[in-house]
C-alpha cells in the first residue's frame, strides 16, 4: 500500500516568507510525528498528533512553527518569518499509534532551504 | 546529558567483519528500543526491535541491558550494503505515548 507522502519535496525560500509543508500519513495510523533533521545532525523532535489533538507540541523550536492536522489525516507543519537556521530536512512519520504500536514510518521529507 | 548517546563514528571495517555499535539512554523508565538505519539522504526505516531476552535477525543481533541503561547492535559479516547510519531509538516512557526519541547516529562505512 502507499507509505507516507510528503510535499512538497523541495523548497527554497526567502528568509521572512512562510512556509507550508504538507503531510499524507499511512492510512489508517491514528499518530503523525514531526521531525527536523539539520545537515550531519540527528532527527530533533517536532511534534505528536493521536489523532487530531497534539498532546506533545515539546519540541516545536518558537512559535513561529505550528502544526496541525485534520481528519486523522492530513496534517501541515507551518513556518512563519523563516530564518536561515530553519533549513533543513523535515520528516513525518505515522504509526497505528496506542501503546504498544511503536513502529514509525517516515516520508521521504521536505528539504527546506532558506536563502 | 543527551536522552540517547551514541558513538558517531565512523566505523571503517572490511567486507565481511564483525561490527558492534553501543548506545546508552538516560531515562530509566524507557519502555521500548529500536535500531533504525538511515541511508545517506534517504528517511529512516526500522531496522529492528530490541528486546529485553535479546533477539537477531539474520546477521544482525541487537541487546538490551536494563540494568546499564545501555543496547547494542552487532552486525556479523558486514556487505557493502551495510553502509549507512545506525539510529538508536528509545520510547521514553508511557506519559509520553507513541513519542520516541533518536540518538544522533552512528556512521558505518563497508569498504571491499
Same mark, same amino acid.
Request: proline share 4%; charged share 20%.
Given at each position: 500500500? $502507499?507509505?507516507v507522502s510528503?510535499?512538497?519535496? =523541495? ?12 503531510c499524507d500519513p499511512i492510512s489508517g495510523h491514528t499518530a503523525l ?18 489523532? =487530531?489533538? $497534539?498532546? %506533545? ?15 486523522e489525516s492530513v496534517s ?9 537556521? %530553519?533549513? $533543513?530536512?523535515?520528516?513525518c512519520a505515522s504509526s ?9 514510518y517516515?516520508g ?8 | ?6 558513538? +558517531?563514528?565512523?566505523?571503517?571495517? +572490511? ?13 530509566? #523508565? ?11 539522504? *534517504?528517511? +529512516?526505516? !526500522? ?14 543481533? #541487537?541487546? !538490551? ?21 545506525? !539510529?538508536?531509538?528509545?520510547? +521514553? ?5 507513541? *513519542?520516541?526519541?533518536?540518538? #544522533? ?8
Amino acid at each position: 500500500g $502507499a507509505g507516507v507522502s510528503q510535499s512538497p519535496s =523541495n523548497k527554497v525560500t526567502e528568509k521572512g516568507k512562510d512556509v507550508e509543508l504538507r503531510c499524507d500519513p499511512i492510512s489508517g495510523h491514528t499518530a503523525l510525528y514531526w521531525y527536523r533533521q539539520r545537515l550531519g545532525q540527528g532527527l530533533e523532535f517536532l511534534i505528536y498528533f493521536q489523532g =487530531n489533538s $497534539a498532546p %506533545d507540541k515539546s519540541g516545536l523550536p518558537s512559535d513561529r512553527f505550528s502544526a496541525e492536522r485534520t481528519g486523522e489525516s492530513v496534517s501541515t507543519l507551518t513556518i512563519q518569518r523563516t530564518q536561515q537556521e %530553519d533549513s $533543513a530536512v523535515y520528516l513525518c512519520a505515522s504509526s497505528l499509534g496506542g501503546f504498544g504500536s511503536y513502529e514509525q514510518y517516515f516520508g521521504p521529507g521536505t528539504r527546506l532551504t532558506v536563502t | 546529558r543527551k536522552e540517547v548517546e551514541q558513538d +558517531p563514528g565512523p566505523f571503517n571495517v +572490511p567486507e565481511g567483519a564483525t561490527v558492534a555499535f553501543n548506545c546508552t539512554y538516560s531515562n530509566s #523508565a524507557s519502555q521500548s528500543f529500536f535500531w533504525y538505519r538511515q541511508d545517506c539522504r *534517504k528517511e +529512516p526505516k !526500522l531496522l529492528m526491535s530490541v528486546y529485553s531476552s535479546g533477539n537477531e535477525d539474520g546477521r544482525f543481533t #541487537a541487546q !538490551l541491558n536494563r540494568a546499564s541503561q545501555y543496547i547494542s547492535l552487532l552486525i556479523r559479516d558486514s556487505k557493502l550494503s551495510d553502509s549507512a547510519t545506525y !539510529l538508536c531509538v528509545v520510547n +521514553p516512557s508511557r506519559e509520553y505515548g507513541n *513519542k520516541l526519541v533518536f540518538g #544522533a547516529g552512528t556512521i558505518l562505512r563497508v569498504k571491499s
